[in-house]
């Protein structure tokens, strides 16, 4: 199984802070990955897949780079919506899998 | 506009089985471009991936940790896919979400999610 390890777990921020989360797989994936942001009590919501490919309707201040092992998504100027927790999942092959998440909490 | 939606009974007791429905508007369920899943999230936990099922290619996969006990299954007459999960216990309680991705792609269309709790 490919394990995702994504840091940090918790991360406090302030409004127009530049954000950066990393994920790393326990085995190369290509720039086979998802980024998704979940709000409590709502499903996750897929941000960027192929590693890097912004989904309709995101705005464009969520970016993700890598390929390979790591990955990272960036969040460029941090807004109030974007509070939430972030998670990177791996769909290169069964069973997919999940990093641990990371919880963007105000500072 | 793609759209599912779970439903099933939000409490099973131990050692009895758990079954879930999705129903999918929006898109037929045999289409040979969308697959299928299921995803559990544990109260305040993190994704755990249980299941997927692609009919168009009479594919189904199971997660390690329960597919001993997972059966996925797809009823094209409703447009429906279900999970059945036998002999659960306290650790199957969570947020139950079906899902549909891509191949090769993350879920991009889910369900609002329903909370099973396993207590007698």
């Known amino acids: 199984d490919i394990q995702l390890t994504q840091s940090p777990s918790f991360l406090s921020a302030s409004v127009g802070d530049r954000v950066t989360i990393t994920c790393r797989a326990s085995q190369a994936i290509s720039n086979y990955l998802g980024w998704y942001q979940q709000k409590p009590g709502q499903p996750p919501k897929v941000l960027i897949s192929a590693a890097s490919s912004l989904q309709s309707g995101v705005p464009p201040r969520f970016s993700g780079s890598g390929s390979g092992t790591e990955f990272t998504l960036t969040i460029s100027s941090l807004q109030p919506e974007d509070f939430a927790t972030y998670f990177c999942q791996q769909v290169k092959s069964f069973p997919l899998t999940y990093g641990g998440g990371t919880k963007v909490e105000i500072k | 506009q793609l759209q599912l939606q779970e439903s099933g009974p939000g409490l099973v007791k131990p050692s009895e089985t758990l079954s879930l429905t999705c129903s999918v508007s929006g898109d037929s369920i045999s289409t040979s471009r969308s697959h299928w899943g299921w995803v559990r999230q544990p109260p305040g936990k993190g994704l755990e991936w249980v299941g997927n099922?692609?009919?168009?290619?009479?594919?189904?996969y199971y997660s390690p940790s329960v597919q001993n006990r997972l059966t996925i299954s797809v009823d094209t007459s409703k447009n429906q896919f279900s999970l059945m999960l036998m002999s659960v216990t306290a650790a199957d309680s969570a947020v139950y979400y079906c899902?549909?991705?891509?191949?090769?792609?993350?879920?991009?269309?889910w369900g609002q999610g329903i909370l099973v709790t396993v207590s007698s």
């Open positions: 099922i692609y009919y168009y290619g009479r594919s189904v």
């Open positions: 899902a549909r991705h891509i191949a090769y792609t993350p879920f991009d269309s």
